[in-house]
T-cell receptor
Framework: AQSVTQLGSHVSVSEGALVLLRCNYS??????LFWYVQYPNKGLQLLLK??????LVKGINGFEAEFKKSETSFHLTKPSAHMSDAAEYFC?????????????FGAGTRLFVKA | KAGVTQTPRYLIKTRGQQVTLSCSPI?????VSWYQQTPGQGLQFLFEYFSETQRNKGNFPGRFSGRQFSNSRSEMNVSTLELGDSALYLC??????????????FGPGTRLTVL
């Protein structure tokens, strides 16, 4: 069965510092991979997705993620954190062999940004 | 373009009751998926509908059911509520069903509290 693991339920960075949120997946076939952000009392918003084109994926708000098959990882990064980045981030996988949206989400990582 | 709307936004029920949640997708979208979000279990896939047909189903008991109408609006029903059903229920819509290029747009969710 496919699964996704996010390392660290909480990450704290200073404003202007590098943001690194880790995600590893478990799958015999590389799935489609996604990062979502959730602000308080809001639904999820798609940040970026990997679908087998370029391994370095650029998303919204200055975020990017790199797919590394050898490490089964899809870590999310941003060079310089802003206060507005404080939110919860979810890594998600969608198996390639299904025709629908049976998306599997990680447990989430809450990002704190210190002034 | 209006986003995904969910009603009601907040709901309080008691054990044993039943509840119906509603989701109106973005105009033109035909796929609707439902997710349950809890602090303990995270985000879990409930089911997905496309053109009034259930395409995928998660691992939830039969107390959880759903349907989709011809105008793509969807409802989910939970019967015989249990305390553990307290959660944020998120609905997501997409133009087509499945596939990596069909982005899901999430609604703000319905917060269900079971007393």
């Amino acid at each position: 069965a496919q699964s996704v693991t996010q390392l660290g339920s909480h990450v704290s960075v200073s404003e202007g510092a590098l943001v690194l949120l880790r995600c590893n997946y478990s799958s015999s076939v590389p799935p489609y991979l996604f990062w979502y952000v959730q602000y308080p009392n809001k639904g999820l918003q798609l940040l970026l997705k990997y679908t087998s084109a370029a391994t370095l994926v650029k998303g919204i708000n200055g975020f990017e993620a790199e797919f590394k098959k050898s490490e089964t990882s899809f870590h999310l990064t941003k060079p310089s954190a802003h206060m507005s980045d404080a939110a919860e981030y979810f890594c998600a996988v969608r198996p390639r062999n299904t025709g629908g949206f049976k998306t599997i989400f990680g447990a989430g990582t809450r990002l704190f940004v210190k002034a | 373009k209006a986003g995904v709307t969910q009603t009601p936004r907040y709901l309080i029920k008691t054990r044993g009751q039943q509840v119906t949640l509603s989701c109106s997708p973005i105009s033109g979208h035909r796929s609707v998926s439902w997710y349950q979000q809890t602090p303990g279990q995270g985000l879990q896939f409930l089911f997905e509908y496309f053109s009034e047909t259930q395409r995928n189903k998660g691992n939830f008991p039969g107390r959880f059911s759903g349907r989709q109408f011809s105008n793509s609006r969807s409802e989910m029903n939970v019967s015989t509520l249990e305390l553990g059903d307290s959660a944020l229920y998120l609905c997501a819509s997409s133009f087509l069903a499945g596939g990596p290029d069909n982005e899901q747009f999430f609604g703000p969710g319905t917060r269900l509290t079971v007393l």
